[in-house]
């Protein structure tokens, strides 16, 4: 049987559970159609969601249709339990976004969206309560196309010919199959459905149950079921306690089975499955084993948490949605707050974005939320499982940090017998792209296994500002250098110095406080828009007017969720409960009141002892702490910077050649590699003389006209080194990069022509994350981007030295360095400008043998004619001279 997991998601009061209930009730899951209103649907089935009519927590059902066994998973629509949504997005097949017809694109809708784009999950649309009076269908089409994706089409509207052409604007295969064959075959329907190139959108009333049948056909014929291997795979994406405390691990089974008494395992703990359950709804059914495709709850698992891999599943990255506001909770006056902590730590488990935090020296327990419902609900929870009344402060706003310029952080750590230098190059990064981590140095400095540790490092801890001590986010941070001892390096130490370079790199960088940003959509009545408008500004919000009908205005806009957040209460009391408010977490954003945030907190950098930015130095058998801003006049590495002014300052030289091109002499090359490899010979073996570089290799007319024999020749060019070097390239890419390119590739394309040499032109791509190595023909030369964290010259030299005995090589660069490189390798070298003066050479010759084989052969029209017309010619023209 097919085997599908489908998740429905919805802005609040879009009519989500009404849908789940009308999909339960028309494939006969269920006999009796719940509703919200009256408190008896199948899925909400705790009493705090039934009395507050909204879905908290996430569950699921089965239902089978045809041949096809569906497990959907119903997710909370409210913003204050978004963490709940994205964490059930990791196990979907496909998804389900219901869109309310009446109030169109809400703004959690786009939130949703978002998520399922970057969770790469199908999705198929129902626009519900379309029997409400002012809904429009071809306008809703439109607001989709333009505010989600053109691929939004209605698969309401039959096989007809406008369907087709739709699809056809959606994918080229699609175009390529209607053009040839005037349809489009279901199966290339699927395939551009599950590759996200076709959204499908169906209409009508989840309550009325009209259109929903429709759709549940829709769904089983364009749905592709997945492919799963035969190893053992599962993702975790759930965690709760059933009603006798048995903790159940909710995942979707990746790969292969899983039977009760298999024994799991994530690389650290081992534990036995005990039972292995499947729910829908409130009961569920224990079963001996379950195959790929499953959703289901085991017990027996006490170290499982939300988004861990097990098997042959990779363990997720943390989720997008994050809680923005950290609260403490107050106990009653009886209740330890540490005998309170582990009952809290069962609920982090469950959710673990709330973080609970203990502050030792308060005796606090402060916990992160997303809004005032979840405060609500969490309340409950710990009244309804620990029998505590607890309450909760007015809140603090969970700001962020990051950087406005680039850095380089060292930190050295070397008490006696212990040592460590780190190198890290940190660099802003675009808003909302969290922290990202690389290694661009050298196995020469530092071997793989310490880089490893180090990223590791990196990763394992929340890293600290200097304004608030509040997390960074939003920038890259690059291991570029660093150094170990073979005798003295312990792995603490590199933990040491990577905290330590971090640190010293945020003193020395412009910070940037972020604070949490709403977007949000507010309904009030027309004529109090302009007390809206203003109330937005004060809170120091950006807002418009973006429709207004049936005398209500909407109005969009960002506002800090500092300033925002309470704005509720304050809105129904001057619209007397008319007015409505939707805010979504829109990102984080530069703080508007950074200094007097700043000052608030009080927070001091420098005397934080377990975040310090000094580093420890040794001398003389004694240690000692070096200031953070004093550290790089005593660290042992080379700055990265001063290694890269070294090379700009190169590259700059290079890029005046006309006037003055500097690059090596061959006599120079022969004495650096004289002294370099032949240092230790001493005076008996001076006699030898070294061959002199110049008759081999640096006379470019004999790679020109002496080929050597019996070997292909191959010319290497660095593709971006001779881009800087010939003026006109650089003065285009100062422009249009992309056009120096092209203009480079068609000279040396042209000059293959003549030259019959085979050309490969070398692009750097080591700074494109995840970049993998990329060979493209350009017409008669073969065009490289190298792989990330691979430099031009790098590919270069591995060529040269890999190939050198099987071709003829030359390389076309100016860079001095790479020069001795390759000139040690045994190939031979052209600079930029011998390379454009070859060129030039060789097309000057070609266009004057052109202008040498053409031989002056004329046509004229008199040798076209007969003789009698010749004749006649000849007469009429005597006739003239003779008058």
């Avoid at 309550?207 to 492919?227: A, D, M, N, R, S």
């Avoid at 709804?281 to 499953?294: C, D, I, L, R």
Wanted: with cysteine; proline share 3%.
């Amino acid at each position: 049987m097919r085997k599908l997991v489908v998740g429905i998601l919805a802005h609040v009061d879009a009519g989500k559970t009404t849908l789940s209930e009308s999909l339960l009730y028309l494939t006969g899951k269920i006999r009796k159609f719940g509703r919200v209103d009256k408190k008896d649907t199948y899925l909400d089935n705790y009493e705090l969601e039934r009395s507050r009519g909204i879905t908290i927590f996430s569950k699921q059902a089965v239902f089978e249709i045809d041949d096809t066994r569906i497990t959907l998973l119903d997710t909370p629509g409210h913003v204050d339990f978004s963490t709940e949504m994205e964490r059930t997005l990791q196990v979907l097949d496909y998804a389900i976004l219901v869109i309310s017809g009446a109030d169109g694109i809400q703004g959690h809708t786009k939130t949703l969206w978002r998520l399922l784009s970057i969770y790469k999950i199908p999705v198929f649309l129902f626009i519900n309560k379309m029997d409400q009076a002012g809904t429009n269908k071809d306008k809703i089409m439109d607001e989709l196309k333009k505010q989600l994706d053109d691929g939004c089409i209605d698969f309401g509207q039959g096989e007809t010919e406008e369907y087709y052409e739709q699809l056809a604007m959606c994918d080229e295969p699609l175009m390529e199959a209607y053009l040839e064959k005037g349809n489009i075959q279901l199966q290339m329907i699927r395939t551009a459905i599950n590759s996200r190139k076709v959204f499908p959108c169906f209409f009508g009333s989840a309550l009325k149950l009209e259109g929903v049948e429709e759709f549940i056909q829709g769904i089983v014929k364009y749905t592709e079921i997945p492919f799963y291997p035969s190893d053992f795979g599962a993702r975790v994406f759930k965690i709760i306690r059933d009603e006798q405390g048995n903790r159940l691990t909710y995942m979707k089974i990746t790969g292969g089975k899983l039977k009760t008494k298999d024994v799991l395992s994530d690389g650290v703990w081992e534990e036995k499955v005990n039972q292995i359950r499947i729910y829908s709804g409130e009961k569920f059914e224990a079963v001996n084993e379950v195959e790929a495709g499953t959703v289901c709850a085991v017990t027996g698992l006490s170290q499982t948490k939300p988004g861990q891999g097990l098997g042959i599943e990779k363990t997720s990255n943390m989720l997008v949605l994050e809680p923005v506001l950290s609260y403490q909770i107050i106990l009653p006056e009886d209740c330890d707050p540490r005998a309170m902590l582990p009952n809290l730590r069962l609920l982090e488990e469950e959710d673990p974005e709330l973080n609970i935090v203990w502050d030792e020296q308060l005796n606090e327990i402060k916990v992160q939320i997303m809004g005032q419902v979840q405060i609500e609900v969490l309340q409950s929870l710990i009244k309804s499982r620990f029998g505590i009344d607890v309450s909760f402060d007015s809140g603090k706003i969970l700001y962020k940090e990051t950087i406005g310029n680039t850095v380089e952080g060292v930190g050295h750590f070397e008490p006696l017998r212990h040592y460590a230098e780190v190198h890290l190059l940190m660099e802003p990064g675009e808003r909302g792209s969290g922290l990202q981590f690389d290694t661009q140095c050298s196995e020469d400095m530092l071997s793989t296994n310490w880089q490893r540790l180090i990223l590791s490092h990196l990763e394992e801890k929340v890293h600290k500002g200097v304004l608030t001590g509040s997390a960074i986010t939003d920038m890259k941070i690059t291991l570029v250098s660093g150094k170990a001892h073979n005798k003295h390096t312990q792995g603490g130490d590199f933990r040491e110095a990577t905290y330590r370079a971090v640190r010293q790199g945020l003193m020395e960088a412009e910070s940037i406080l972020l604070e949490p940003y709403y977007a949000f959509q507010l309904q009030v009545p027309e004529k109090m828009v302009g007390r809206a408008m203003t109330d937005i500004d004060r809170i120091h919000g950006k807002c418009q007017i973006s429709k207004i009908a049936d005398g209500m205005a909407v109005v969009t806009g960002t506002a800090p969720v500092a300033t925002m957040r309470n704005y509720h209460q304050e809105m129904m009391a001057y619209t007397k409960g008319e007015g409505r408010l939707f805010c979504y977490l829109k990102g984080y954003e530069p703080c508007h009141n950074t200094e007097e945030v700043i000052k608030a907190v009080g927070y001091d950098a420098e005397r934080d002892v377990d975040n310090p930015a000094d580093s420890v130095f040794c001398a003389n058998g004694t240690s000692f702490i070096v200031s953070w801003d004093e550290v790089k006049d005593y660290m042992h590495v080379e700055s990265y910077f001063e290694k890269k002014t070294g090379l700009f300052e190169e590259t700059a030289e290079r890029q005046t050649f006309h006037q003055q091109e500097e690059w090596i002499a061959p006599e120079e090359v022969d004495k650096i590699l004289n002294r370099a490899y032949y240092a230790n010979q001493g005076k008996k073996s001076a006699w030898q003389k070294q061959s002199s570089a110049i008759p081999k290799y640096y006379k470019p007319s004999n790679y020109t006209k002496i080929p050597k024999e019996g070997k292909d020749e191959y010319l290497l060019v660095d593709g971006y080194n001779i881009i800087f070097a010939w003026p006109e390239l650089k003065e285009l890419a100062d422009v249009n990069m992309d056009g120096a390119k092209v203009k480079l590739l068609d000279s040396l394309s042209n000059y293959q022509s003549i030259r019959k040499c085979r050309i490969i032109v070398v692009f750097d791509a080591y700074r494109v994350h995840g970049h993998i190595e990329e060979v493209i023909d350009y017409g008669n030369i073969h065009v490289v981007y190298t792989r990330e964290a691979q430099t031009a010259d790098q590919y270069i030299e591995k060529f040269a030295r890999d190939n050198q005995k099987k071709y003829n090589i030359t390389v076309a660069t100016s860079d001095g360095l790479q020069q001795i490189i390759i000139r040690g390798a045994g190939c031979s070298l052209l600079s930029a400008r011998e390379l454009k003066d070859e060129i030039e050479k060789t097309n000057e010759k070609l266009i004057q043998e052109y202008k040498e084989k053409q031989v002056a052969d004329f046509n004229y029209l008199k040798d076209t004619l007969p003789s009698t017309t010749k004749e006649q010619i000849d007469e009429l023209l005597k006739e003239e001279k003779d008058n």
